[in-house]
């Protein structure tokens, strides 16, 4: 089906999505308006174009106070990033108390708030940490330097004798003091534009760390653990209502006709309009009970649907050769295939293939959405603040200035939260009976009207001589392009990537397309081994010249024994690793094969991104991918036919448990030589090849589609 | 039709006026404003809406609230004492077991039951204890770490307290 809403750039890749061009207009802040919404004190912007390196963020100067010192000593730092879970909150506490010389408790986060907070787009593509965490450092940088100026004027002395700590300059051998709160109180204080200073203030250099580089527990953890932790679906509003929107039976289904009488009979107010009918009560249990009695009166035209049974073929079907832009197919090559393959000893040759799976995330999308004086106001959980606050804005005609979007922080994204549909829901339903409405969608809801990760099929051909790749060739179908590049050197090679027609809605994912290519590419290399007689590892250290691939691929295996691995009696091992928005991950498996159950009996990775900034946080996360990409490895698969999703519900869309998580060990590569990248995706893309190749390695059988399943003949 | 059902929440008896089948948890949220509880699926499948129900570790989505009515309910809001936490909230934070948080309260409150039941389970009762919990952040090891530190202070304090007596 064709989706609704723009989201499709997050499976693109960063030059295809990348915005050029800068704002046409820039405006001076209000100050009496800024100090009514982030309190009165020093305010430092930052140039917006550094903030986002994100897609679809135009840069906004109007909000763009990066840094806020507050007379009574508080100090803000605003970032129109998002906390799904990631831990982006705490990261920028961190950072920031790194320049500042603060303690992270010292710093408040403001997030995502569409009139309050910078647009630092949407939070993902490992975004946060190369590009907003700079953007912060550089702001709290300023304050320090300009902390250190001023002591430095007021007490006669150079900036270079003073240093801060815990927050103030103390006069060397004097009884003076000096504190970011007596600088917002000077009478000079005023907003400093980042982008206007003589130079760029130092960044702490790597060994000089301090905050950074050291275990921080969850910047909210007190808050979460004692259930006070506002979500989007916690948000009451005075007279609030609860909503409950009308949904297709199947996809594709238009609504011809329904009656409202019977919601309006059991007290609900109810609103048709287009193609969304809904109602909202007191309670959501009258709320649904409004709903059920309307839905009994609706009548739809539905219409002929492809199967997931059929996919693969209709997917290869309506493949789109020819063309180009933006959505087009696109292909690369260099040297020549054909003298590659003329030059190969062997030529092999696979397909592979993956489902469409569910993000699912804990808190399904909920919004609430106020209108007072001609201006909305919606609370919800996305990771674009902004794309929503534009999806808000064309839905009901509003003006800039007339629809604000704040994000609570988040229970969950994946990736999955790119997108308004709860926003623009909750705020049609609240406009229809004047009230504010909360709309949570049900957990039904969510599996089967969130958009999935796109499903894909690969073909993969590839000649070998001499132990090396000497030809490859890739293609795509539908998955995204992003990790379609290969790391194996092959000196004849071309990549291809096909758009099909989806017939599901499909959107971003945690790794997004990396996750599909790295299998595809990964097991598909495990056959290149078995073809040249090689050991997996050996035969991908011999074509791979990347220096940080191969210290992962061999810091996992050292860690799992992969000299000494285990072999036979459906008893396998497997290696695979990746790249991915410059972070680097290899993950071993020991599985064993029992009758149709496959139990993974150990897991290991190794993972490097940079400079580690929290090694807390990059172990939870790194774990947390691991985990997760066992689902789509091994149990999470959308079943679908005439436009009804088969198991849109948890008992039948089995997501990873504590019993499926595996022993596991991570080994985390420190590069505090290397800038620090993004960690919240990569690792989940190592994990369903090295399962695919211990498969084989236990059964004989390669796996060449996900989820891997036991044959029990075999 | 609605009629009034006397709810226990937290040492606090509340006495709504509600429909009889209407799910324990909407009436905490929507009613009573008690917000830890969370809604996950509906199902009892993810365990995110779980609440003590005279003890143990129940599932509010599918529990009429007049089924809770005259038993104790205790939700995550109940189990700090002012400002000290308790040992398994306190637990959880130590071992950093969160990411989105979202599921924690109900978490909590399962692992509470199961030390109460198992006051030094090993890492597979853990396990088997705490799989109807979903953590879809798949933070499950250092949730497990979290549940063995609150037996092991757990245990620190009662041989504390045997040797003081």
Known sequence: MPSSFEFQEDLFEPERRELLEGPPYRFELDRREWAALVGAGLWITAAGKTAYGQSGAAPELAAGIRLHLGQDGTITVLTGKVDVGQGSRGQIRQAAAEELRVSPEAVRVRLADTDVTPNDGSTAGSRTTPSTVPVVRRAAARAREMLLGAAAQAWGTEPSRLTVRDGAVTEPGGERRMSYADLARSPGAADVRDEGAPRQPPLTPVEQWRTLGRPEGKADGRAIVTGRHEYPSDIRRPGMLYGAVLRAPSYGARLLSVDLAPAKALGAAAVHDGELAGCAAETSYQARKALAAMAATARWEESPQPSSDELTEHLRRTAQREGSGRSGPRREERGSLEQGFAAAEKTVSASYSIPYIQHAPMEPRAAVAEWADGKLTVWTGTQRPFGVREQLMEAFRLPAGKARVIVPDTGGGFGGKHTGEAAIEAARLAKAVGKPVSLRWTRQEELAWAYFRPAGVWDVRAGLAGGKIVAWDFACFNAGTAGMESPYAAPHARTQYFPCDSPLREGSYRGIAATGNNFARETFVDELAEAAGADPLAFRLDNLSDERLRNVLTAAAEAFGWERRRTGRGVGAGIAGGVEKGSYVAACVELAVEGEAIRIRRLVAAFECGAIQNPLNLRAQVEGALIQGLGGALLEEVRFAGGRLLNARLADYPVPRFADAPPMEVVLLDRPDLPSAGAGETPIIAVAPAIANAYQAATGVRARALPVRAKASS | ?165
């Open chain 2, 1 to 165: 039709m609605p009629q009034p059902i006397e709810l226990h929440v937290n040492g606090r008896t509340r006495t709504v006026t509600t429909e009889p089948d209407r799910p324990l948890l909407e009436v905490l949220r929507e009613d009573l404003a008690v917000q830890g509880v969370k809604y996950g699926c509906g199902e009892g499948q993810c365990r995110a809406c779980t609440v003590l129900l005279d003890g143990r570790p129940t599932p509010s989505c599918l529990t009429p609230v007049s089924r809770a009515a005259g038993k104790t309910i205790v939700s995550i809001e109940g189990l700090a004492e002012g400002e000290e936490l308790h040992p398994v909230q306190q637990a959880f934070l130590e071992a950093d077991a969160m990411q989105c948080g979202y599921c924690v309260p109900g978490m909590i409150l399962t692992a509470k039951a199961l030390l109460e039941r198992t006051p030094d389970p090993s890492d597979e009762q853990i396990v088997a204890g705490m799989n109807g919990n979903l953590c879809r952040c798949c933070g499950y090891r250092n949730i497990v770490k979290a549940v063995r530190l609150a037996a092991e202070g757990k245990k620190r304090a009662e041989a504390r307290h045997a040797e003081l007596v």
